[in-house]
């Protein structure tokens, strides 16, 4: 059972991570770079990566943490 969950999870990040690199690229090649019903991706994946990059050491943490929770 615990397998099972484990898998589902595993699957829906794959899912959630594949809809993300989608939503990047679409947003990309969008002349104003937002797209109505998803918003400004990029613009918030730049401004994670350039609060994370202010914060220093507490940063470098949080990103060590990140890379670990999405590592294969």
Known sequence: MLDNAKRMVASLTSLGIALLGLGIVASLLS?????????DIAGNIIGLINSLGSQG????????????????
Request: zero cysteines.
């Open 57 to 72: 050491i507490v940063g470098l943490v949080a990103l060590g943490v990140i890379l670990y929770l999405f590592r294969d």
């Open 31 to 39: 002349p104003t770079g937002r797209i109505p019903w998803l918003g």
